[in-house]
């Protein structure tokens, strides 16, 4: 529709036609819409996710007016779940919203498989009961969960799921491949039919750096026994031979080649990440395998063969200094090789398919050439049940993280956060949610906080007491501001997670309000 | 201590904040319902901008205690806006923004009172800016946030040791994003680092050689840009780009597909020569949401003093995992805008003529046409006409006389200053002292006859 063509412009230039597609076809459940949940959906509904559910079981009441864009005057009194998804409906007319009055903790005991039927789970403000609880549902289901909760000036965001693999990382700052290092035959010979020496000075500094490169470092090899510089003194000598060929102060391409030099002394091979990657015991495909790592099978046997070590070509070239012809024809070769490598990936993933007993043209062409050009940036997320890391966490780095000046707030705040749910257990109550218990309720947090931490083996002087305090004081108030943060993560945390573009955070994020020093808590 | 939570009130959740007293909170923290209702009552808070961040900042700040806001804003709705200003509704195309968020936050949230502007920020008079407790910035330019930051500096006076003095510091908080980037910050004048202070934070704006764009393009921008920027003048003499006017922008794109053709060079489309001609920031809800609050956030801080405040610079990245960092930038004791103010000497006989003139070859301000105020009094206005005409005949008075005859005192003047071929108007403040007046002796008068 070319109104939503403009309508979401600003956003398809971000995650692209497929992303946005990816986004209209989830339905996302929400447990609570107070703020924190309503700011979360306002902003995946602005971004035209297909459909919400919400679930609530409160009514809207006269504080709600204070903290909750989506309620007004009118709406006191009524299920706070209608009034939320009434106002997300005049956000974006094509979003389906539905509500259903019901609080999460009834629907997670009397109904668990409720949840099968979403993309997606945000839980909002729910106490660490259900919170484990629901954890278990959505990973037996394998529905995707972000869990998020505001908590006077402080928050945290986490989410759960067995494992996410990412292809479209989108990476800010990714080296190109150039291959400087390892030039292929086709390469080679371009460079070889390109004379260095040419006599016009305007063509020769239209010389691409790659060029210049390629056969500089050619000539360096056959000098040096066939290895290219290594060594600090190598290094500089290189870049001596590239000033050495400078005719005029103004050669643009010859300064790109001496600061691009590094290209060609960077080791050959991929990375220990992708390493990682396809070392995992889940490159082992069968027919249970998902496409991704179908997909990686073939790309380890593309590199210990044809690849000859390498992914397959990228296939793209940064600007540079060039003519315009030099230019393009390099791009072609690129290109070219590029095309080939993706055909012998894609031959192998039909044939690893036709193996394990799939259909062969199940994986589209497009989807392996993605695959392909994004090889050295594949990302996989893999997300303990939360349980797990409450009965178990690192303690190592739990420790580390209580004695470090720059994570101890955030680490005070993780523990505080569980503690004043333990503390909800025992005395029915938030500490400080009443003015008059106020004093007693801090003494009764620091006590649950102490006892939780030596669970963990931890030293219970290493909370600060101001912080301790601050808990209490508080109240468990659900503030907009820290709501509409913490709710704003979410809703990012969500689209990467629908789009399976970008990175999602692994950890809990600590929202940290008081001096915003927040923090990723890897435990 | 009353039990707030006995009486259902709007304030239910803000009053744990403002009503009990903390120990991570600024030493001026006085907790209790007269806090709570002096924000209501007597805080007043500029937002300036009523776009992406706009938006989101007068709905955190309207629910976080605040009843009196004003918004700035000299922009239309458009259908591209309507992926993250959420209020703002495909009815709305074509109606100012300022009046329209105003209008739907009023709507909503009983009791506070929003006065929209429908303007330039520079079309405010300077005093206009000075009534606000805390000016809140929702701006998607360098130029602007300058010209904002000017004016808020612009108020600070200094004490005789050059400490700023407390009652004349207007704090502001910036905002900004990009995509999945933004950052937050906290400007107090004379404290914390200035916008300008700063101002090498921002990297400086792709501009593709000349010769690139002529001779030899390789990208489709390069081809884009030719037709922008050379093809058009060629072709169009003297008529000014319109990137809104679409005949305009598809002139251009044709323009561009027929060089890129010419050289072989693919990937030129018409999404890609709208984001290259108007240099199109990519924008979502949910980044603009997050910065926001934490501007707001500040702003409820620096008005309420209920926690400790961010110092000074939060940086922020949510497209690889999560990334924020808060980093304390330090003040540039010589910045001209929010220093004590660049020092002019003059002698007595000087006219404000002369004064305009010579702060064009000054070696630090390069400021021309400009127009001089001095304690809220016009001495000179450039604009408009009818200004101009009524203080045109102080140009041939002495300055020293204009002024009241003081030794030495402020002024603020404005005017257009170039950097990199770039005109932008600007304002500063000038610290003007006057030779031979109080037993300061010029040493060429000394002396007998």
């Known amino acids: 529709m070319a109104e939503s063509k403009t309508k979401y412009d600003r956003q398809l230039r971000i995650w692209g036609e497929q992303g946005q597609a990816a986004l209209e076809k989830a339905s996302i459940c929400l447990l609570n819409c107070g703020p924190t949940g309503s700011e979360t959906l306002k902003n995946l509904v602005l971004g035209g996710v297909g459909s919400i559910t919400v679930i609530d079981g409160s009514k809207v009441e006269v504080g709600d007016l204070g903290n909750n864009f989506l309620v007004d005057e009118s709406s006191i009194g009524q299920p706070k779940a209608k009034c939320v998804c009434s106002f997300l409906q005049e956000l974006n007319d094509a979003v389906k919203a539905k509500f259903i009055e019901e609080y999460p903790e009834a629907l997670i005991e009397s109904n668990p498989s409720f949840f099968s039927q979403f993309t997606l789970v945000v839980a909002t403000q729910l106490v660490e009961g259900s919170m484990v609880k629901l954890d278990r549902i959505c990973r037996e289901v394998n529905v995707m969960l972000v869990i998020a909760r505001s908590y006077g000036l402080t928050g945290f965001v986490r989410i759960s799921f067995k494992e996410h693999t990412v292809i479209e990382s989108k990476p800010d700052h990714f080296l190109d491949d150039l291959r400087l290092n390892n030039p292929w035959p086709e390469l080679r010979r371009f460079a070889e039919s390109i004379d260095l020496n040419v006599q016009d000075p305007v063509a020769h500094k239209h010389i691409p750096y790659v060029v210049i490169l390629v056969k500089m470092a050619d000539e360096w090899a056959k000098s040096h026994g066939g290895k290219l510089p290594s060594s600090r003194e190598e290094k500089k000598d290189f870049k001596e031979l590239l000033r050495a060929r400078m005719v005029a102060l103004d050669e643009d391409n010859y300064k790109e080649a001496i600061e691009t030099s590094f290209k060609v002394f960077a080791p050959r091979g991929i990375s220990s990440d992708l390493q990682q990657i396809i070392n995992d015991s889940s490159a082992e495909v069968d027919s249970n395998s998902s496409d991704f790592w179908v997909m990686v099978a073939a790309l380890k046997e593309f590199i210990t063969n044809e690849g000859g070590g390498e992914v397959p070509l990228e296939g793209s070239i940064p600007d540079m200094t060039s003519s315009t012809e030099q230019y393009v024809n390099l791009q072609n070769i690129y290109q070219t090789k590029a095309e080939a490598d993706f055909l012998a990936i894609e031959q192998r993933v039909r044939s690893i398919l036709k193996k394990t007993g799939r259909d062969s043209n199940c994986i589209p062409k497009t989807t392996i050439k993605s695959f392909c050009r994004n090889a050295r940036k594949l990302k996989i997320c893999r997300y303990c049940l939360v349980e797990d890391e409450f009965n178990s966490p690192n303690l190592p780095r739990l420790q580390n993280y209580l004695t470090d000046e720059d994570y101890s707030v955030a680490a005070g705040i993780y523990i505080l956060l569980r503690a004043v749910d333990r503390f909800a257990a025992n005395y029915k109550s938030f500490p400080g949610q009443f003015d008059r218990v106020l004093e007693e309720d801090i003494s009764r947090l620091k006590t649950t906080a102490i006892s939780l931490l030596s669970d963990f083996g931890c030293n219970g002087s290493n909370l600060a007491e101001d912080l301790i305090n601050e808990m209490c004081r508080f109240g468990a108030a659900e503030l907009h501001v820290v709501a509409a943060f913490v709710g704003g993560i979410a809703s990012q945390e969500v689209i990467k997670l629908i789009t399976k573009q970008f990175v999602p955070l692994s950890g809990t994020f600590i929202f940290n309000g008081i001096d915003h020093k927040s923090q990723l808590l890897l435990l | ?449």
């Open chain 2, 1 to 449: 201590m009353t039990d707030v939570s006995a009486q259902p009130s709007r304030s239910r959740d803000l009053d744990k904040l403002l009503l009990r007293p903390g120990n991570l909170v600024d030493p001026n923290f006085e907790p209790g319902p007269e806090l709570r209702d002096d924000l209501q009552t007597y805080v007043k808070v500029l937002v300036v901008g009523a776009g992406g961040l706009g938006c989101e900042l007068l709905k955190d700040l309207a629910l976080s205690g605040f009843r009196n806001l004003e918004v700035i804003d000299m922009d239309r709705i458009e259908v591209s806006n309507l992926n993250r200003q959420f209020l703002f509704r495909l009815e709305d195309v074509g109606k100012p923004k300022a009046e329209v968020a105003a209008k739907r936050v009023m709507e909503r949230i009983s009791g506070v009172n929003i006065v929209p502007h429908f303007c330039r920020i520079e079309d405010k008079d300077i005093e206009f800016y000075n009534d606000f407790n805390i000016i809140a910035l929702g701006l998607d330019s360098i130029e602007a946030r300058s010209y904002i930051n000017a004016v808020a500096c612009s108020f600070l006076e200094h004490d005789s040791g050059d400490n700023p003095k407390q009652e004349t510091i207007k704090p502001m908080v910036d905002g900004g994003t990009e995509g999945f980037k933004g950052h937050a910050r906290v400007i107090v004048p004379g404290v914390t680092p200035c916008f300008e202070c700063t101002i090498w934070l921002f990297p400086p704006q792709v501009k593709f050689p000349l010769c690139t764009l002529a001779e030899t393009p390789r990208t489709a921008a390069h081809c884009i840009e030719y037709a922008h920027l050379i093809k058009w003048n060629e072709v169009h003499g003297g008529k000014a780009f319109d990137p809104d006017e679409s005949e305009h922008m598809k002139w251009v794109y044709n323009e561009a597909v027929k060089r890129a053709e010419l050289f072989g060079i693919p990937g030129v489309t018409y999404s890609l020569t709208q984001g290259v001609v108007k240099n199109i920031i990519p924008a979502i809800a949910s980044t603009n949401a997050i910065i926001s609050a934490a501007c707001a956030l500040e702003t409820l801080k620096i008005a309420s003093a209920c926690s400790k405040t961010l110092s000074n610079y939060l940086t922020y990245n949510g497209s690889e995992g999560l990334h924020t960092k808060v980093t304390e930038f330090v003040k540039d004791t010589d910045c001209l805008v929010c220093g004590p103010g660049v020092l002019i000497e003059l002698d007595l006989s000087i006219t404000l003529q002369k004064f305009i003139d010579l702060l064009e070859g000054h070696h630090k301000l390069q400021l021309s046409k400009a127009s001089v105020t001095h304690r809220g009094k016009n001495l000179y206005m450039q604009a408009p006409p009818v200004l101009e005409e009524m203080t045109r005949s102080n140009l041939s008075l002495p300055l020293f006389n204009l002024m009241g005859k003081v030794s030495k005192d402020i002024v603020h003047v404005t005017g257009t200053t170039s950097k990199n071929d770039q005109k932008s108007s600007c304002l500063r403040k000038l610290r003007l002292v006057f030779k031979g007046v109080d037993g300061v002796t010029d040493m060429d008068t000394a002396g007998g006859a």
